[in-house]
């Protein structure tokens, strides 16, 4: 039985044992979530030199030791050697260290969940290793419901929430006010770009700057250009 989580490791020290492709794969969800990363791998990729260089992460180009997890707080063996992927799972338990071992699900601490992720909006799903094809399929399906529409849409309630509380903010009091956006037609509007329903139902939150922040958001915003692709990290969904 797993406990379902999302994670703040923004600035936190993780590793990664294993530069190949899995262990890029980490290494890229570790960097896109403000982690600071640490790579262990002798023959670094291309791809990984580029990022050391870019600063995103460190790189030590050699066979992994126990004293590499020193100050870790989260790491991923990632190796094509079963046993230096135990090695690592087994030294990281020692110190209390949550470590993932790519494609052992039932050795790890943790897996990653197949995830569709829409800016801020993530959606996880898990089958608990059991069928990563099924993991894949319903990732799938929920990347065609959940559309780029969903960026500006979160953006646009993050944004009124901001001006709510910025006036003493009642929860009581503006919960219909809240649903009627989530369940009502503000979505669809978004989709068809039609600023002026969209400012009109803005109005009773954001009055007179309705239209600029409608235009801001929908039209200006930078997620809604390049939305973010869903992506199941692992290889393998339990991985």
């Given at each position: 039985?797993?406990?379902?989580?999302?994670?703040?490791?923004?600035?936190?020290?993780?590793?990664?044992?294993?530069?190949?492709?899995?262990g890029?794969?980490?290494?890229?969800?570790?960097?896109?979530?403000?982690?600071?990363?640490?790579?262990i791998?002798?023959?670094?990729?291309?791809?990984?030199?580029?990022?050391?260089?870019?600063?995103?992460?460190?790189?030590?180009?050699?066979?992994?030791?126990?004293?590499?997890?020193?100050?870790?707080?989260?790491?991923?063996?990632?190796t094509?050697?079963?046993?230096v992927?135990?090695?690592?799972?087994?030294?990281?338990?020692?110190?209390?260290?949550?470590?993932?071992?790519?494609?052992d699900?039932?050795?790890?601490?943790?897996?990653?969940?197949?995830?569709?992720?829409?800016?801020?909006?993530?959606?996880a799903?898990?089958?608990?290793?059991?069928?990563?094809?099924?993991?894949?399929?319903?990732?799938?399906?929920?990347?065609?419901?959940?559309?780029?529409?969903?960026?500006?849409?979160?953006?646009?309630?993050?944004?009124?929430?901001?001006?709510?509380?910025?006036?003493?903010?009642?929860?009581?009091?503006?919960?219909?006010?809240?649903?009627?956006?989530?369940?009502?037609?503000?979505?669809?509007?978004?989709?068809?770009?039609?600023?002026?329903?969209?400012?009109?139902?803005?109005?009773?939150?954001?009055?007179?700057d309705?239209?600029?922040?409608?235009?801001?958001?929908?039209?200006?915003?930078?997620?809604?250009?390049?939305?973010?692709?869903?992506?199941?990290?692992?290889?393998?969904?339990?991985?």
């Amino acid at each position: 039985m797993s406990y379902p989580v999302f994670l703040n490791i923004k600035d936190l020290p993780c590793l990664v044992v294993g530069g190949g492709r899995v262990g890029l794969r980490k290494t890229l969800g570790l960097v896109d979530a403000g982690a600071r990363v640490r790579v262990i791998e002798p023959r670094p990729s291309e791809n990984l030199l580029e990022m050391e260089k870019n600063g995103q992460v460190q790189i030590k180009a050699a066979e992994f030791v126990p004293e590499d997890l020193g100050g870790m707080r989260l790491v991923f063996a990632a190796t094509q050697k079963a046993e230096v992927n135990a090695l690592v799972a087994q030294e990281a338990g020692k110190l209390g260290i949550w470590c993932n071992i790519a494609d052992d699900p039932s050795g790890s601490d943790f897996f990653l969940p197949a995830l569709v992720k829409r800016g801020d909006l993530m959606l996880a799903i898990s089958t608990g290793g059991k069928s990563p094809a099924l993991a894949r399929k319903l990732r799938m399906d929920l990347e065609k419901i959940f559309d780029a529409a969903y960026l500006p849409f979160l953006e646009l309630m993050g944004r009124l929430r901001e001006i709510l509380l910025a006036e003493g903010h009642d929860p009581e009091g503006h919960r219909d006010l809240f649903r009627s956006l989530v369940e009502g037609p503000l979505l669809e509007y978004i989709r068809m770009e039609d600023m002026e329903t969209v400012a009109l139902l803005l109005e009773p939150i954001a009055g007179a700057d309705a239209m600029a922040l409608a235009v801001s958001v929908i039209k200006e915003h930078p997620a809604r250009k390049s939305p973010e692709k869903g992506e199941c990290f692992p290889e393998k969904e339990g991985s």
